[in-house]
């Protein structure tokens, strides 16, 4: 039954957007002024899809808080969707940053923290080869191709409804014939995604085994847990039979933990001692420089240096970018393992995304609002319904509610919160407070209360 009170909703929605627009002038004159200058109006062209009409141009972030243009200070619990998991401007990657743009960034040569860096990623997430991008998106991209260099198969095998990034391979999903059709929304896409990639639902062991049989499947990209539809965690036991059903067939197992690193200090992959041949981390890594690291198992590492042309012959196109690597990305991610995202620092997050979960639960239960609340170390997601998703398929319908989410998102915002965008995901980063979450379950029942019905 929907215990939505709809004309309260749109009277609200109505009321919150002008709000929005009053509240912002200087983020609304610089959408208006943009359009002209940037394509789609903005600088990227998602940030149309944020509610409220136009987004807010942010004039600085400091740890878990962001100041707009209009000097309006928000809780931040999006954190640049993970790409801020550190906090903003954390002080000892920010110090090691500046102090490396001093000397110098780009070489295409290496410095003293490749070494480093790999060996803390060794000692972190078990992994004994590293390789560093410039994005996830870069790193799942290349991951392919090492893997289709190490098994010589060319196909991809990826969950229903995950995301990994601008890879063309991993933008495709199961029409309701469960036939493999462009995701929705890929814009210009060259080569039908039946021809590269296998689409299997989340949690169908069965379904990855089929899709594993005839052993033309070079990797399969898993995210541990979905994160991009809201969270859909594994089943017990999931992810080791896939890597095992995987290594049966000769398939290279990679753990896409771009999101997922959020479940602790060595990730899902460390924290659950799973086997993997690969793995790769993003976003947060380099605490906001744009970086990636993406490491392989001794094995498939000896594998690919075995098959690695010699150097008189190499001529190693399709991987790599000339600034990665870079000597200001490497003194980033060294400033971040170091001195951000420590374990201290991942048992504070987890802490509170337990006591920001415990706040949401129980305002549910007060409104007799029968919605799951999941989290995953310190990222939170809330769904309007009470399904216990199993795969992306099953929260579909929670996402459709367009005018609930759009309210809720501007509404918060006007009372200086922003939570992620396009679903419901709060993210806690070593700098977020107490305080901060008790005031978000303050506000977020203030503006949830008036639209719930009563019965
Ligand atoms: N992998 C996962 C699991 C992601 O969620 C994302 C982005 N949301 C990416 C890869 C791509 O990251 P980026 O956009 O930074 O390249």
């Known amino acids: 039954m929907d215990r939505i009170n709809r004309p309260a909703l749109t009277d609200r929605l109505r009321e919150e957007t002008a709000l929005f627009a009053t509240r912002h002038p200087g983020s609304a004159a610089q959408a208006r002024n943009s359009a002209a200058h940037l394509l789609t109006g903005n600088g990227m062209n998602w940030w149309r899809m944020w509610p409220g009409g136009f987004p807010l141009c942010i004039r600085e972030g400091q740890g878990a808080e962001v100041t707009d243009v209009d000097g309006n200070v928000l809780v931040d619990l999006c954190l640049g969707d993970t790409g801020a998991m550190t906090g903003h401007a954390p002080k000892g990657a920010t110090e090691a940053i500046a102090a490396s743009l001093y000397k110098g960034s780009s070489f295409m040569l290496p410095t003293e923290d490749h070494l480093w860096v790999a060996e803390e990623l060794e000692r972190r997430f078990g992994f004994s080869h ?235 239960a007060d409104l007799g609002l029968d919605w799951s609340v999941i989290r995953m170390g310190a990222r939170v997601e809330f769904l309007y319904d009470n399904t216990n998703p199993r795969n992306g398929s099953d929260v579909l319908n929670s996402f459709k509610d367009y005018d609930l989410n759009a309210y809720l998102h501007v509404a918060l915002l006007n009372r200086g919160f922003v939570l992620t965008p396009f679903h419901n995901m709060a993210l806690m980063c070593p700098a977020t407070t107490r305080a901060q979450v008790d005031a978000f379950h303050a506000a977020f029942r203030e503006i949830l209360e008036p639209v719930v019905g009563r019965d």
Not at 136 to 152: K, L
Not at 274 to 303: E, N
């Open 130 to 364: 590293w390789q560093y991008a410039l994005s996830a998106s870069d790193a799942n991209r290349f991951a392919i191709r090492w893997a289709r260099m190490a098994t010589g198969r060319k196909k991809v095998a990826i969950f229903n409804h995950a995301y990994h990034g601008a890879v063309d391979e991993a933008l495709a999903e199961l029409d309701e014939s469960g036939a493999v059709v462009p995701k929705a929304g890929n814009i210009g896409y060259g080569i039908a995604p039946s021809e590269t990639t296998k689409v299997v639902e989340f949690n169908d062991l069965e379904g990855a085994k089929a899709a594993l049989a005839d052993e033309d499947v070079a990797i399969f990209l898993v995210e541990p847990a979905l994160t991009n539809m809201s969270i859909v965690l594994p089943d017990p036991g999931f992810l080791e039979a896939l890597s095992e059903a995987c290594r049966d067939r000769g398939t290279v197992f990679l753990m896409d933990e771009t999101h997922t690193i959020s479940e602790g200090y060595r990730g899902y992959t460390g924290t659950h001692g799973i086997r993997a041949d690969m793995i790769v981390i993003g976003k947060p890594i380099a605490s906001g420089i744009p970086a990636a690291v993406y490491g392989f198992a001794s094995d498939l590492a000896q594998t690919i240096e075995s098959r690695y042309p010699a150097p008189e012959d190499e001529d190693a196109l399709g991987i790599g970018t000339t600034l990665t690597g870079s000597a200001v990305t490497l003194a980033a991610i060294r400033g971040t393992l170091e001195h951000v995202l420590t374990e201290e620092a991942h048992r504070h997050m987890d802490a509170l995304a337990e006591h920001y979960e415990a706040g949401v639960k129980s305002l549910f």
